[in-house]
C-alpha cells in the first residue's frame, strides 16, 4: 500500500482493523511486529482484537514503522482513551514513587533520636541503638518495623520497573488501590499503632506525618484520574 492510500481509511475504521491492513501490508507477522514495538505477540494480538490501545510512546513507533501518523492510526474516540490511559498511567507512576519514597524515608528511625529512653525518671530522646530501658523483644519491634517499611519501599521502586511491561498491553481499568499500596498503608498502621503501644511518642508523630503523606498522596492521584475515568 503506499503512503498516499494510507492515509484514506475512513474515519469510522477502529485502530484494531487498520493495525492489521498496514501489518499485513508490511508483511509483518505479530511477532515480527512485536519486536519492533518492543512489546510481547500477546500485546499486539490484543490490539487488533480491539482489545485494548497501545500507550503513546508504542502508537509513535507504530505510525514510524507503518509510514503514517499517530492520527492516521486512530479515530477520535481512540485518541481520547489513549489520552485517558496516558493521564492515569502518569499519576500511578508518580503516585507509586512518592508512596515508595514516602517508605523509604523511614529509613532515618534508625539514625534520627526520636526514640524516648526513660532511666533515672527521665526522658532522654536517643536513637534506636541507645534505647536501653525496653525490653530486647520491644526493641527489636522497633528495628523489625523501622527496617520493614523502609525495605518495602525499596521494593515498591524495584516493582515499578518490573511491570513497565504492562503500560504498553491492553487497556484496563486499573484498580485504584494497587496491592502495593494497601500493604505499604498496612505496614505503616501497624507500624504506628506498636509505637503508640510501647509510648514511643515522637516516633509514633513521625509515622503520623508518613500516613498522612501517604494519604495525601493517593487523593490527590484520585482527583486527577476521576475525570477522565468519569467520562
Known amino acids: 500500500m503506499k503512503n498516499d492510500e494510507k492515509a484514506d481509511f475512513p474515519q469510522k475504521i477502529a485502530f484494531c482493523e487498520k493495525l492489521k491492513i498496514l501489518r499485513t501490508e508490511k508483511r509483518l507477522t505479530q511477532e515480527q511486529l512485536a519486536e519492533k514495538v518492543f512489546v510481547s505477540r500477546v500485546t499486539v494480538s490484543k490490539w487488533e482484537s480491539g482489545r485494548g490501545l497501545p500507550n503513546i510512546d508504542s502508537l509513535k513507533l507504530l505510525a514510524d514503522i507503518m509510514q503514517v501518523s499517530v492520527d492516521e492510526l486512530l479515530c477520535g474516540s481512540e485518541i481520547i482513551s489513549v489520552a485517558q490511559k496516558q493521564i492515569h498511567q502518569s499519576g500511578e507512576n508518580f503516585q507509586r514513587f512518592f508512596m515508595a519514597l514516602a517508605d523509604i524515608l523511614c529509613v532515618l528511625l534508625l539514625f534520627l533520636p526520636l526514640y524516648t529512653d526513660f532511666s533515672d525518671g527521665n526522658f532522654r530522646q536517643v536513637v534506636i541503638y541507645n534505647l536501653h530501658t525496653i525490653n530486647a523483644f520491644t526493641k527489636i519491634g522497633h528495628y523489625f518495623f523501622d527496617i520493614l517499611i523502609s525495605t518495602f519501599g525499596l521494593l515498591e ?21 494497587s496491592i502495593q499500596t494497601v500493604i505499604s498503608v498496612l505496614i505503616t498502621t501497624l507500624a504506628l499503632a ?36 468519569g467520562k
Open 157 to 177: 521502586l524495584a516493582l515499578q520497573n518490573i511491570q513497565a511491561d504492562k503500560k504498553n498491553q491492553a487497556t484496563a481499568k486499573n484498580p485504584f488501590f
Open 194 to 229: 506498636w509505637n503508640i503501644v510501647t509510648r514511643q511518642m515522637y516516633v509514633g508523630v513521625f509515622l503520623v506525618f508518613m500516613l498522612a503523606s501517604k494519604f495525601f498522596i493517593l487523593i490527590s492521584f484520585f482527583s486527577t484520574i476521576i475525570k477522565p475515568q
